[in-house]
Antibody, heavy 120, light 110 residues
Framework: QVQLVQSGAEVKKPGASVTVSCKTS????????INWVRQASGQGLEWMGW????????GQAQKFQGRVTMTRDTSISTAFMELRSLRAEDTAVYYC?????????????WGQGTLVTVSS | QSALTQPASVSGSPGQTITISCTGT?????????VSWYQQHPGKAPKLMIY???HRPSGLSSRFSGSKSGRTASLTISGLQAEDEADYYC??????????FGTGTTVTVL
């Protein structure tokens, strides 16, 4: 069965960086983009960007450009999201999600979420 | 780019039918048939309920249906059940080849 398993919770200080991983199984890793979505406590979903596991191409929401990097390692079927220059407003649950098919922003499988807390 | 507009809350009694709207622009909802809907229970990851405006993933209850007219998409839940109580989010592909989510709607079963 398709599974996306994310790394554990992180606590970071303002200005630091965090990397969240998303290990996939149960399907061909290179056949579906991995997207990243975050959700602050009590707030809605916010799309951050995507990575194409086959080509390594990536794109981000304008809000995060220059501060986020999305990569993948095909040898371990895992996608990564690095967010830099963290601030308190980045405290949120971060989800990875698989899109249903190429380039379309519809997500059929999600990771369990990773809580990132930014606090001094 | 602002979030798609959804009502903050919708409620209904068991067995009733409710509809959640999702309004965007010609650059997202109105321009593409790539609108999806997600159900999210507290502390859980979102779950895909509808994709491509009106398609249900395999195995999903037929009580959930989707539609679109112009810049507004809708999710209808018929035969409302206690387990349907959750937050619901719409999302759309955009002309910038990005994704935009709705503001979210809390469904309460009375």
């Amino acid at each position: 069965q398709v599974q996306l398993v994310q790394s554990g919770a992180e606590v970071k200080k303002p200005g630091a960086s965090v990397t969240v991983s998303c290990k996939t199984s149960g399907y061909s890793f290179t056949s579906h983009d991995i997207n990243w979505v975050r959700q602050a406590s009590g707030q809605g979903l916010e799309w951050m960007g995507w990575v194409n596991p086959d080509t390594g191409d990536a794109g981000q929401a304008q809000k995060f450009q220059g501060r986020v990097t999305m990569t993948r390692d095909t040898s371990i079927s895992t996608a990564f999201m690095e967010l830099r220059s963290l601030r308190a407003e980045d405290t949120a649950v971060y989800y990875c999600a698989r899109n249903t098919r190429g380039g379309i922003s519809e997500y059929d499988y999600w990771g369990q979420g990773t809580l990132v807390t930014v606090s001094s | 780019q602002s979030a798609l507009t959804q009502p903050a809350s919708v409620s209904g009694s068991p067995g009733q039918t409710i509809t959640i709207s999702c309004t965007g622009t010609s650059s997202d909802v109105g321009g593409y048939n790539y609108v999806s809907w997600y159900q999210q229970h507290p502390g859980k990851a979102p779950k895909l309920m509808i994709y491509d405006v009106s398609h249900r993933p395999s195995g999903l209850s037929s009580r959930f249906s989707g539609s679109k007219s112009g810049r507004t998409a809708s999710l209808t839940i018929s035969g409302l059940q206690a387990e349907d109580e959750a937050d619901y989010y719409c999302s759309s592909f955009t002309s910038s080849t990005t994704c935009i989510f709705g503001t979210g709607t809390t469904v309460t079963v009375l």
